[in-house]
């Protein structure tokens, strides 16, 4: 066995990988970039060598370097994980000339699956049912057309050099053919420069089973089962499971062999994942061959309590594969969620930014492969941690979150719940729209295809909900908490500081102003009670009070229920975690800037048409910054107007009592200098 690895990779991928080798007592070389220079992989390593500047082509996809730092640090192998050079035959083949071991397949199988038509030639004679269709080198229009006359439409059109959906054109008549066929070929020369392209019976509504398969250098292949992964959104997976729900014995078994069938047909070795599109009536084909570790392994390990990186480094290694076919069964039902810095209200634009704060749930501690007998329920599988940037040079996953259960059932409840634990804030997540994908009908009732997602847009991408009462009411008691907690720090003592909305001959009333992000107005009425506040909003009241606080989690008495919640501030948004919900609120105070006009001249003015009920300061007073001057009762409600700045009171211009008009100057005010 090993006794050091080089990491090619960042991220998730790059920890998990790390993870494992540290449990077999291998030590790990992290190799990183500019931008990933305190990154969790680099931290999580034995050792890490810098790359070279942010961008993938002059750091992770650096063969020769990775090369070279893999020789300096003594590194016999290189695990490549996913995506970068995971599936590069060239640098496989640099690996062995170099004298190193690539943890993949031999790159004459990376090459012999690379092409969408070679791949299905190599299939069709090792038996494995392909879609009903032409994949040869005739491509002359007519020939073609002839072809998918026979098909029978609809046909799909596909660049044989193509991947991830690009270069498919779907043809429902044969009018519409020959336009189809030179458009499907114009995007195949331009985008990979190859026009050779198949047609096929289009599948409506299909599904996107793979199989795991697994090869050693000692002629043992063997398949770990399926999963499902047909819940996409543009050709990137969003939820994966296993088992494939509604799956038969004898169509797992039919599609494993075929599984194999493809691996030897290849003479792979390692960790693979056949693909397969499938009808609703169970009739599988052969959709192509991924020659690497797949991003969705984990929820194979969790129903077979197994280690698959602990198997690739076996493997890569020289030793058989640590189990038979006839020792694997399935445990249970595992889901992942693939949690990403995006945002789904903005057509799942990247949201680069900061972890300011990330709550992840409370999963059972990550053992690889879970503990003996028994998966852990909960794993996240991170690169990221609290106060990282999501770098814009990378794939923006903050993590996947796994959740096993003893059957489908407790696995989706497992992960709503999980969901619901997941706080991030500091960047859009699509952690919420995760939840209602998991929640919606058609994903509970598995009634699955790729087009689930666009199918159920109405559910998906609901407008934002208003935000409940119980929401508001933590972001107020979360708020005036603090207040009082900062008017005790910088006035203790005084009175006039303790924020308490203590009012002589008469209760305090105060207008919050709250916008959601679906740019809602809330004006909640926080009325000061001895024990609490009563809370009025749209025409209904009920009492509030804080029961308990601890830090940022609170518990609340909203009328006869209790309310708990953690709520986390940003500057002026309020991020309210409560009933499974993650809801912004930005505060406005209406008296923010009051008086911060230099326009005129310092003065402080009022800023709606009111009575002065109180006065604080006197003539010539020197004050701090925030520090209450004036109230003024203005629309039921009163009104601090506080310091802007320090500075002096030169001349205060009304008296309790008074009336001001809208704007008028209250008190002359100098800015110290
Ligand atoms: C298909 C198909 C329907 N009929 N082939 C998409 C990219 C590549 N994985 C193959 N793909 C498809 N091939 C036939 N004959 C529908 C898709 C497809 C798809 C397949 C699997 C997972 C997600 C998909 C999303 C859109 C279309």
Redesign the pocket.
């Known amino acids: 066995m090993f006794k050091k690895i080089l990491i090619a990779n960042r991220g998730e991928i790059a920890c998990r990988v790390a993870a494992t080798a540290r449990k077999m007592g291998i030590r790990t070389v992290a190799v990183y970039s500019e931008a990933d220079a305190n990154a969790k992989h680099v931290a999580v390593c034995d050792e890490a060598v810098l790359l070279g500047p942010a961008p993938a082509k002059e750091s992770y996809l650096c063969g020769d370097k990775i090369i070279a730092i893999a020789l300096a640090t003594g590194a016999q192998a290189i695990h490549p994980g996913y995506g970068f050079l995971s599936e590069n035959a060239e640098f496989a083949e640099a690996c062995a000339e170099a004298g190193l071991v690539f943890i993949g397949p031999p790159a004459a199988a990376m090459r012999a699956m690379g092409s969408k038509s070679a791949a299905k030639s190599l299939m069709e004679k090792a038996g494995v049912p392909l879609?009903p269709?032409y994949h040869g080198d005739e491509q002359e229009a007519t020939f073609l057309q002839r072809e998918a006359d026979r098909i029978g439409y609809p046909v799909?059109l596909?660049a044989s050099a193509?991947?991830?959906?690009k270069g498919?054109r779907v043809v429902d008549s044969a009018a519409a053919f020959a336009e189809a066929l030179a458009s499907c070929k114009r995007e195949a020369i331009s985008s990979f420069g190859d026009d050779k392209v198949l047609a096929?019976?289009?599948?409506?509504r299909?599904?996107?089973i793979e199989i795991q398969v697994f090869a050693d250098t000692h002629g043992n292949c063997i398949y770990l089962f399926e999963r499902d992964?047909?819940v996409?959104r543009r050709?990137q997976k969003v939820l994966e499971e296993a088992p494939a729900p509604g799956m038969t014995d004898a169509r797992r078994a039919a599609m494993g062999d075929a599984a194999v069938a493809a691996a030897q047909a290849v003479g792979y070795v390692g960790a693979g994942t056949v693909?397969f599109?499938a009808n609703q009536d169970g009739s599988f084909?052969f959709?192509?061959m991924n020659t690497r570790l797949q991003v969705e392994h984990p929820v194979t390990e969790m129903i077979t309590g197994t280690d698959l990186v602990e198997w690739q480094l076996r493997v890569a290694a020289g030793e058989p594969l640590p189990k038979r076919q006839d020792e694997l069964k399935i445990r249970g039902h595992a889901l992942e969620a693939r949690i990403y810095a995006e945002n789904p209200d903005k057509g799942f634009l990247p949201s680069i930014g900061t972890l300011r704060h990330l709550d992840t749930p409370d999963a059972v501690q990550f053992e690889v492969g879970g503990t003996p007998g028994q998966p852990a329920a909960v794993r996240v599988d991170s690169g990221v941690r609290e106060g990282d940037a999501i770098s814009p040079f990378y794939d923006p996953m903050i993590a996947k979150l796994i959740v096993w259960g003893a059957d489908r059932k407790q696995a989706l409840a497992r992960m709503a719940q999980a969901l619901s634990q997941y706080q991030i804030v500091g960047l859009a997540g699509n952690v919420a729209f995760l939840k209602r994908l998991v929640e919606s009908a058609a994903f509970a009732d598995a009634d699955l295809d790729?087009?689930l997602i666009e199918r159920n847009v109405d559910v998906l991408f609901a407008p934002a909900r208003s935000v409940p009462v119980a929401a508001l009411a933590l972001a107020a008691v979360a708020l005036i908490e603090h207040e009082k907690t900062r008017a005790r720090g910088t006035n203790a003592g005084d009175p006039w500081s303790q924020a308490l909305g203590w009012r002589l001959n008469s209760r305090y009333a105060r207008t919050l102003a709250f916008r959601d992000e679906g740019g809602r107005n809330y004006a909640p009425v926080f009325t000061y009670l001895p024990h609490g506040w009563e809370l009025s909003i749209e025409g209904m009241s009920v009492d509030v009070a804080l029961l308990a606080r601890d830090g940022v989690d609170l518990s609340v008495r909203l009328g006869d229920a209790s309310v708990h919640g953690t709520v986390r501030r940003d500057g002026d948004t309020f991020h309210v975690f409560t009933g499974g919900g993650h809801y912004v609120l930005h505060h406005e105070d209406p008296l923010a800037h009051a008086g911060e006009s230099e326009a005129d001249g310092g003065r402080l003015t009022a800023p709606m048409p009111g009575k002065v009920v109180a006065v604080l300061a006197s003539r010539g007073q020197d004050v701090r910054k925030g520090e209450p001057l004036v109230i003024m009762e203005a629309m039921k409600m009163e009104h601090t107007i506080a310091a802007p700045h320090d500075g002096t009171v030169d001349e205060i211009l009304y008296a309790v009592g008074d009336q001001v008009a809208d704007g008028a100057p209250l008190l002359a005010f100098r800015t110290a200098a």
């Open positions: 879609v269709g799909l596909k193509g991947g991830g959906g498919m096929e019976k289009y599948l409506q299909p599904r996107h992964c047909s996409q050709h693909e599109i084909y959709m192509e790729t087009g």
